[in-house]
T-cell receptor, first 115, second 112 residues
Framework: DAGVIQSPRHEVTEMGQEVTLRCKPI?????LFWYRQTMMRGLELLIY????????DSGMPEDRFSAKMPNASFSTLKIQPSEPRDSAVYFC?????????????FGPGTRLTVL | GESVGLHLPTLSVQEGDNSIINCAYSNSASDYFIWYKQESGKGPQFIID?????DKRQGQRVTVLLNKTVKHLSLQIAATQPGDSAVYFCAESNQAGTALIFGKGTTLSVSS
């Protein structure tokens, strides 16, 4: 298995632009997670899905952020409009049965820079 | 230990030494804990986990110790190697048991 795949690996954009980050989870994993990592705040959970359904989006910072999972093999995290403070590394992770029964496998991340 | 500011705590060791990385968790109801390793430019990688009904768990060259009384978790790495250099995170499951809360991490630096 190729593991969790994320694209793009690097994204540089200007303030106000729309940014879409993409994730392909490991085949067969029922849970998908989006995280944001910054030096200031460490690794923060933004949202997670179970069987393509958003379960907890309490970590999404504000309405500018949205996430979708149209099918079991694809998810997007969108920021519109983007702001410089959104600059961070965004990780997608997937797991087989959630956290108490399994562990999460992380993708390589997307490094987002908003100028 | 856990960072409270901009800079991650750093542990510097010599190759071959044993390393101990500490973590204080926040929720006494947490029942699942994981240690992750994150190398530069990569995502976190699972190392070892432990459930709250255990005090100790061993893997290959790694041991996790859990002290629920003081809400303390530690990761011991035996015979540390340069390839162990990375940032190490502890994580605890939240009350719903379906999401992890991560600490900010500790940087381990191994010199030859």
């Amino acid at each position: 298995d190729a593991g969790v795949i994320q694209s793009p690996r690097h994204e540089v954009t200007e303030m106000g632009q729309e940014v879409t980050l993409r994730c392909k989870p490991i085949s067969g994993h029922d849970y998908l997670f989006w995280y944001r990592q910054t030096m200031m705040r460490g690794l923060e959970l933004l949202i997670y899905f179970n069987n393509n359904v958003p379960i907890d989006d309490s970590g999404m910072p504000e309405d500018r952020f949205s996430a979708k999972m149209p099918n079991a093999s694809f998810s997007t995290l969108k920021i519109q409009p983007s702001e410089p403070r959104d600059s961070a590394v965004y990780f997608c992770a997937s797991s087989l049965q959630g956290l108490n029964a399994d562990t999460q496998y992380f993708g390589p991340g997307t490094r987002l820079t908003v100028l | 230990g856990e960072s409270v500011g901009l800079h991650l705590p750093t542990l510097s060791v010599q190759e071959g030494d044993n390393s101990i990385i500490n973590c204080a968790y926040s929720n006494s109801a947490s029942d699942y804990f994981i240690w992750y390793k994150q190398e530069s430019g990569k995502g976190p990688q699972f190392i070892i986990d432990i459930r709250s009904n255990m005090d100790k768990r061993q893997g290959q060259r790694v041991t996790v110790l859990l002290n629920k009384t003081v809400k303390h978790l530690s990761l011991q790495i035996a015979a540390t190697q340069p390839g162990d250099s990375a940032v190490y995170f502890c994580a605890e499951s939240n009350q719903a048991g379906t999401a992890l809360i991560f600490g900010k991490g500790t940087t381990l630096s191994v010199s030859s």
